[in-house]
């Protein structure tokens, strides 16, 4: 079993940061991409970011320049660093992580998602 949970939603006025940490758990041999997703009311989940093992990261258009994700690999652990937020950043954001557990297997798993909502 593995297990993905968020943290550090909430309320922000726009303009304003807010940080997001997502912790991995369970048999986990090893961690390849992790990353950042959300989706917003009525729309699909979008791709926010994502950042590989060696730290090579990618962000969406909509998000670069404001947004940056870095990871601990030691703690399987990956931040979203949001800044100068929006309101049309608005949406539960995922994290979602590519893992290979201790049998071999290999696939990608979800959080749950936290709320972030940008509104004065």
């Known amino acids: 079993q593995v297990h993905l949970v968020e943290s550090g939603g909430g309320l922000v006025q726009p303009g304003g940061s807010l940080r997001l940490s997502c912790a991995a758990s369970?048999?986990?041999?090893?961690?390849?991409?992790m990353g950042w997703y959300r989706q917003a009311p009525g729309k699909e989940r979008e791709l926010v970011g994502t950042?590989?093992?060696?730290?090579?990261?990618n962000y969406a258009d909509s998000v670069k320049g404001r947004f940056t994700i870095s990871r601990d690999n030691a703690r399987n652990t990956v931040d979203l660093q949001m800044n100068s937020l929006e309101p049309e950043d608005t949406a539960v954001y995922y994290c979602?992580?590519?893992?290979?557990?201790?049998?071999?297997?290999?696939?990608?798993?979800w959080g749950k998602g936290t709320l972030v909502t940008v509104s004065s």
């Open positions: 979602n992580a590519d893992i290979r557990i201790l049998s071999g297997y290999r696939t990608n798993y």
């Open positions: 950042i590989t093992s060696g730290a090579s990261t």
């Open positions: 369970g048999s986990i041999w090893s961690i390849n991409a």
